[in-house]
Every structure is written in C-alpha cells, then in structure tokens.
C-alpha cells in the first residue's frame, strides 16, 4: 500500500520515490499540498476550526442568553435575528462547534489509536490470531455504527465521556481493517525477518519497523475518521443526544430551527453551512492525501 | 449436476451467514440486558411500589434466568412471536412490523435508485479518465462523501422544498398504518438524500475497477481483433468490472441501515429510525433488540447476495468451485 503507484497518479513524480517503497510522512504532506484541493479543503477546514475554537470568545451574547422575541429574523441588535427560544442565533452559532470538533478530536484519536493496534497485530501475528481477531471484529461491522453509539448512548447518558467511548469504539474494526490491508504486505518482507533474527522484541518490531511503514495509510485514515467522527456526533446531536441540556450544538440548531426553516432561515443555514464546510474541507484534505499515498482516489467502502 | 459446485456454495454461505446472526444475537441480548436501569421501574415511574416492579417484571419474564429468556426470545423471533412493547403494550407484529416495512421500502428505492446511477457514474468517468466529467463528478462525489446524511437532507430542503425551488414537500406525510408508497411525493427527498449518501462510494469503486479493466490485456486484444468500441465496452469491460462492486454495495445497503435512523428523522418518516428513538428512551427492550436484530439482518442478507453474487459474475470463481 506504501508503494507509489506511479502509472495511476500523474500527479507524483514518478522516480525516487516510487523505487524507494518506503516514503516518509513529511513527503506524503508536502506532494498532498501542491493538490489545488487539498490548499483549498486546508483553507476550508482551517476556517471552521478557528470559528468553532475561537467563536466563543467573540460572541456578542451566551450561549443560552434570552435577547428577544423567538423566530424573528431582522430582530434589534442581533445580526442574524433570533431562534426558536429567543436566543442569538449568531452567537449560539459561534458557541456551537466546539463541543463537536473536540468529542470527533478525541473519539477519533481513540478509534484510530485502538483501530491501528489491533490492525498491525492481526497482520503481525498472521494464522489463527489473525483470523480470529478480525472475525470478532467483523461482527461489529454488523451494526451501523450511529445504531450502535445511539443506542449506546441513549442507554448511559451523552455526555462527552460516553460519546468519546462509543464514537471511537465503534470506529476501531472500520481501522482495524484498512491497517491490517496495509500491513499485511509490509510484515512479508525481509527487513522484519531481519529485525526478527537479530532478536528485537515482537513489540519493537510492531512499532518500530511496522508502524513507519503504514504512516501513510495511517494519516490518511486518520484524517478520514475525523471527518466521518464530525459528521456522526453532529448526526447524534441532531437526533438529540447532546452532553448539555440546550447547549449550542451545530447539530442540534439543526433540529431545533428546523421547523420555522420559512420564517427564521439564519438558524438553520449557518450550522448547516458550518458542518458542510468542516466536513468538505477535510474532506478534500483526505482526497488530497490519498492521491498521494495509494496513487488512484481512494474507492474506499463506506463502512 | 453443472450447478452442484454453486449450489453448494450457495449452502455454505447461508449456513455461515445463520451462524453469524446467532452469534450477533447474543450480542444484541447480552449487551440489552447488561444494560444500566431496570425497564420495569423505568415503565412505572418514580413512584412505583417494590410489588409492582416485580409483578410487572413476572408479567414480561423478566425474573427468569438469562438463558431461558434468550432462547424464549429467540424462540419468539423464529415462530413470528416477537413478543410485547414495553411502553405500547401491543404486540411488536402490530406495531413494529408496518414500520419495518415502510423503512425497508425506503431502503429498497433508494438501492433501485442508487446502484444504476452510481454504477453508469463511474464506468463513465473511467472512461473519461482524467478529463471533464471525470474531474467534476469526482469533486461533487467527494463533497457528498465527506457531509452526514442530514446536512445532505436539509440542503435538498432548502434547495428543494423551500427556498430555491418550491417543488417537493418537505415531510413525509404518512401514518403508520398506511402503506409506504401512499405518498411518493413526500418519498422523494428522503430517497434523494440516501441515494446522495451511498452513490459516492459505490461510484468510486465502480471507477476504479472500471480503470483496471480498461487497462487489461484482453481489453486491448478486444480491440486488436477489430471488435467494435460499444462491444468491447458492454461485453468485456463492464461485466468484468462490476464483479468488485458487489462488495461495496453490499456494505453500502447494510450503511444505509443506519442512515435511515437519521434522515427518517430529518423527514419525519414513520419507519424503523423514529421507533428506535423512542424505544430507546423509553428502555423498551424487545422494540430495540428486534430493530438492532433486523438491522443486522440487513447486513448479513446484503453481504451474502454480495459474496454469491460476486461468484456468479466473475468466472474464474465461477470455475473454482
């Protein structure tokens, strides 16, 4: 999977670094952004973060401040009118993303982390280990992974603990599987042989010698977790499930405003914008990396 | 006797594919019951009376061992006898099974709908590689991909239902006792937005496998030997490129399982998504045991078809049989 496939990607030179087999992260980044789109999802994606990072401290109300008349588009002092309960639909909007970005931020560095872990182990160990490790896996793929966190979620509480948890778990056999794809041909060859026989230990060999070289399978599944983790706690906190009670959430705007959509636009254009941006711009970032890493665009299923 | 070989196949997925619901629905019943909160007392309220949470958790068996409860539920599931709602009191083939349908309905149009456009996008930009088409539907594949089934779906609202064009209802209109294509119109963006929600993977794939082909030897001696382009293309490429796509769609159906909780929300869609919310909240096990069985159900039926249906096409599996 690391090998360039020089003959699909016009786009990477084709030469050194297609022979070389091994290619280094900071190659992989730096062919990803002379892609137009990966420049253009960077700047997107950049965008979105800064506003749901920074927007809290520019909002001109809180979160949960009553300013007037609920569903009142043009109302005074506000700039884009007010929601279903009265609140600032402009500064719920810059409270909203935050609690997103950062459950997808965690989730996805648990489902990722976990996902590579048992991925390189089942290539590593081959034989029945393997097989059984992925079969277990496999059975959770069974469930779509919002059935499982919504039910999961709904059983305990959702609070930021418990969607961290069921996101990233549920993402951990989708990861395991691509690791495995990608590791399975690195553990064949001869250097880990090598490795073995001058006696490093299993561990060593899994991290030292094996994890380099599926960085860049790694960065880009990284990288398209975090865009599906954003785009499943939004989901869950639309169908309702958000830590706090009424807290400004992108997703939960959604459905709050939802049904004055005719007469209150702003409350549901701005969050559906925002995660349409965030999502996109990764999005693209993703598309730009795979391109580099397996040479054609990635016909990834979408599990 | 040509057909044994097949058949035979055929058995063995079937049995490993009966093997892995029972092991899933252990899973389903062991994780339900493990579950934090007693269902009776939730039922009951606050101020329910030790007496009563006990007679009510008789009257549903739920003072008997675990095993004995899952092999009666599992014997209910087999026999059609799939048991009482906890917070409807009636039974689950009166409740939940017209909106089993009606979800499944909604799956079944949006595959119907989905695989021959995702299947004609992609061999069309393989064989546009690079040019035009290609370049622009992947970027609009792309953008579908990477946003979640319900900004997909209040997008179309807005393009379609309110602000831009007026020309679809924003909701379904349906009661739960009325069969799913009584109001197609209000069917429509439901669908629209599942379709937009799997055609992307599917199409990706399809060109993929499609560029592979394109690029085979026995493509180029098609066309060596003089073989119209039409014919290479509908009797050599396409068939042998479709055989790697079984998967995707497989899996992409079995996502779309999940994808209808969200956008039969969004539409407000009497099927299996609005039933489970409520379930859930309402700790009324046998209504999620029975969807999260069903839906898994979805999974293993679609990924067999895929598994039978990738031999069928692809005749070196076809002759190693």
Known sequence: MTVIDAGHAPSTPSGSASVLAVDRPPSVLRQALRMRRTQIGLVVAGVMVAIALFGPYLAPYGAREYVGSPNVRNAPKTRFGTDYFGQDVWSRFLHGGRSILILAVCATILGVGLGTLFGLAAAYARGRTDELLMRALDILLAFPQVLLSLVVIAMFSPSGFVVVLTVGFTTVPRVARIMRGAAIGVVERDFIGAAEAIGESRRRVLFSEILPNVSATLLVEANLRLTYAVGLIASLSFLGFTPELNSANWGLMIQENGSALTVQPWGVFLPTFAIAALTVGNGLISDGLSRVVAGIDRGKANV | ?321
């Not at chain 2, 997925?13 to 339900?32: A, D, H, K, Y």
């Not at chain 2, 039974?91 to 456009?117: D, H, K, M, Q």
């Not at chain 2, 099927?271 to 898994?296: K, M, N, T």
Request: charged share 15%; hydrophobic share 55%.
């Open chain 2, 1 to 321: 006797m040509r057909h044994t070989p097949i058949l035979r196949f055929v058995a063995k997925r079937v049995l490993f594919g009966l093997l892995t619901l029972l092991v899933i629905s252990v899973l389903i019943f062991g994780v339900t019951q493990a579950l934090p909160s007693d269902p009776a007392a939730v039922m009951l309220g606050r101020d329910a009376t030790p007496e009563a949470v006990a007679a009510l958790r008789h009257d549903f068996g739920m003072d008997r061992s675990l095993p004995s409860q899952y092999t009666h539920w599992l014997g209910g599931v087999v026999s059609g006898d799939l048991g009482t709602s906890f917070s409807t009191r009636l039974p689950l083939s009166e409740y939940i099974t017209p909106r089993v349908a009606n979800s499944l309905f909604l799956l079944a149009c949006a595959g119907l709908v989905s695989i021959p456009i995702s299947l004609a996008i992609g061999a069309y930009a393989a064989l546009k590689r690079d040019k035009g088409f290609d370049n622009a539907s992947s970027l609009v594949l792309l953008v579908l991909a990477a946003m979640p089934e319900f900004v997909v779906g209040t997008l179309l609202v807005i393009l379609l239902a309110t602000f831009v064009f007026k020309v679809l209802p924003a909701t379904t209109y349906l009661s739960p006792d009325q069969p799913p294509w009584a109001d197609m119109k209000g069917l429509v963006l439901p669908v629209l937005t599942l379709v937009c929600a799997v055609t992307p993977y599917v199409a990706r794939v399809m060109r993929a496998s499609m560029v592979e082909v394109l690029e085979s030897d026995y493509v180029e001696m098609a066309r060596l030997k003089g073989m119209p382009e039409r014919t290479v293309l509908l009797r050599h490429a396409l068939p042998n490129s479709v055989g790697p796509v079984f998967q995707v769609i497989a899996l992409n159906l079995a996502y779309l399982a999940g994808g209808v909780i969200i956008v039969e929300r969004l539409f407000n869609f009497p099927g299996i998504g609005s039933a489970l919310g409520e379930a859930v909240r309402s700790r009324d096990l046998p209504v999620v045991q029975f969807l999260a069985l069903v839906i898994a159900a979805v999974y293993v039926l679609t990924n067999l078809l895929a598994d039978v249906g990738t031999v069928l096409v692809t005749p070196r599996l076809r002759t190693r049989l």
